[in-house]
Structure formats: structure tokens, C-alpha cells
């Protein structure tokens, strides 16, 4: 069985960030070296050599974007140079759990043909420091849950069958991933690059998990921003145009129908999601 597991990191500017990331992954968690390699794409323009020389692993690499700029290009890059049938997509904004890794491959190991992701918390040092200020507590308020559980069926345990998971840390088998095909590199931003693929994986009767019990930590400080998140609220709805050009039922997708009115025959986390998205 499967005991192996490229982690893919694609990263633009983030360097103090994605250095934590790496840190919880060479230094913090229990899966020996030799079960896994780590694939960062440098898809912005900040250096990041001195990294290699602060964990001078042979499992560690760092390679330039050969594909469109953006997180879809990013991630296929990776994909590119992985070298393990198991790949796991991780944010540089992501920091795993000890045992996040074993969980991932014993799931894969037990189920085929499906998309994997764990859950996700703000770090308890991240949650400190946006107390402090206000737009910081709204974000605590109203994004801290990131996933609708009503939107979920229970499958076993902690284990959901889900209409829908985000990338940050997704793992899916190298011959799924070939299936779905690859991220859609029309969107030149983080938006539905991760939304349109999993809609096409359903589409071919890939299962979409959600671990509930496998938690990481969001540790985005450098996203608390009113300004970053106006600029994210952008990008999503543009991107949800290029979702509905792509897929006429598309209309149908939780990233098109959350963006319009209210309505009565909306469900109630549906409704929940709209009103979230007018603030």
C-alpha cells in the first residue's frame, strides 16, 4: 500500500511564513523523512535559496513556476516533479498537526478514488493578536469556520462525504489527479481555481472526503487585513465568472449561487453564506 506522499507547496512572496510552514514539517510532525518529499514552487520573486540551507534535506527541493503565474499554475508545477503517487497540496500558510501526514495516507489508504481534506483553525497566537483590533475580530467572528457541516454527510467517525472542499491541504492519488486533469490556469488568482476542480471531479464520480478529526492551523496574520480581504472578495466573484463560462451548470455551484439574492427556495446554509457574503 501507498506509504509515501509528495506534499506540493506553491508560494509568492511569503518567505517568513512559508519558513514556519516548513519548520512544523521537517521538525514537528512524526512521518520519517523518508516517507515524504516536499515540492515549493517559487512562484513570486522573492529568494528563497537561504531555505534550503535552513532544512538541508535530500526530501526538500525548490524549483521556479514553468506554468501560468497564479495557484493553479503553482500547484500543477508540482504536481510536474512529484515523484509519489499520493500528493498532498498545502498553503505555505498551513501548519500540520504531528500525526496530520499519517492520517492523510492511513484515509487514502482505506479508500480510492477520492479527494481528501483535514480541518483547518486559526493558531492560538494568530487569534491573540486579532483580538486586538477590530477588523481582526471580524474575521475570528464570521471565518473561523470555514466549511458548512450542514452541507455534509456523515460517512464514519470523523469521516464526511462533502459537496465541496478548498486546497490548502487536499490529497488526492497521482492517478486521480490525472483523471480530473489538471488546476485550471485561467484563474490568474486564488478564487475557484480549487472550487472548479473539485466540481470537476464530482462531475466523474471522484468522492470528496472532509476529515473533520485531522486539524491544522490557518496561520495567515499577513491576511488580516481589511484591504486583503477586500481584494480576495474581488477576485472570488471574477473568478466565479470564468466558472460559469466554463461550466453551464455552473449556475448550480455553491460559488455562483451564494453570490446571488436570497431566496425562498435557497437552504439554510445557503442563505447563511449569502449573508456572510454581504458584509
Known amino acids: ?32 523523512h523518508e516517507q515524504f518529499e516536499v515540492i515549493v514552487t517559487n512562484d513570486g520573486t522573492e529568494p528563497l535559496d537561504e531555505l534550503l540551507t535552513l532544512f538541508p534535506y535530500p526530501n526538500f527541493k525548490i524549483i521556479p513556476n514553468k506554468h501560468r503565474p497564479g495557484l493553479a499554475g ?12 499520493l500528493l498532498l497540496f498545502l498553503d505555505d500558510d498551513i501548519l500540520v498537526t504531528s500525526t496530520f501526514f499519517y492520517n492523510v495516507i492511513k484515509i487514502h ?31 475570528l467572528e464570521h471565518e473561523y469556520q470555514w466549511l458548512e457541516k450542514d452541507s455534509m454527510t456523515l460517512l464514519k467517525d470523523n ?13 488526492l492519488k497521482k492517478s486521480t489527479f490525472e483523471k480530473v486533469g489538471p488546476f485550471n490556469e485561467a484563474f490568474e488568482y486564488a478564487g ?5 476542480f473539485f466540481h470537476r471531479a464530482k462531475k466523474i464520480g471522484v468522492t470528496l472526503l472532509f476529515d473533520e478529526a485531522n486539524t491544522c492551523y490557518h496561520n495567515e496574520l499577513d491576511n488580516f487585513t481589511l484591504k486583503a480581504w477586500l481584494k480576495r472578495q474581488s477576485t ?3 473568478s466565479a465568472v470564468v466558472m460559469c463560462q466554463l461550466h453551464p451548470e455552473g ?20 442563505k447563511r453564506l449569502k449573508i456572510k457574503n454581504g458584509f
Request: net charge neutral; hydrophobic share 35%.
Open 1 to 32: 500500500m501507498e506509504d509515501k506522499i509528495s506534499i506540493l507547496i506553491s508560494t509568492k512572496n511569503r518567505k517568513a511564513i512559508l519558513q514556519q510552514t516548513l519548520d512544523v514539517i521537517f521538525h514537528h510532525q512524526n512521518l520519517p
Open 74 to 85: 503553482g500547484r500543477n508545477n508540482g504536481v510536474d516533479h512529484a515523484q509519489f503517487e
Open 109 to 139: 489508504q482505506e479508500y480510492d478514488n477520492v479527494i481528501l481534506t483535514g480541518n483547518r483553525f486559526y493558531p492560538e497566537e494568530l487569534i491573540k493578536i486579532a483580538k486586538t483590533y477590530p477588523f481582526g475580530r471580524y474575521k
Open 159 to 171: 469521516l464526511f462525504l462533502s459537496n465541496g472542499l478548498a486546497t490548502f491541504s487536499a490529497s
Open 192 to 196: 475557484c481555481e480549487d472550487s472548479e
Open 236 to 238: 472570488g466573484i471574477k
Open 251 to 270: 449556475k448550480n455551484h455553491p460559488t455562483w449561487f451564494t453570490n446571488t439574492p436570497i431566496s425562498k427556495q435557497d437552504e439554510a446554509w445557503v
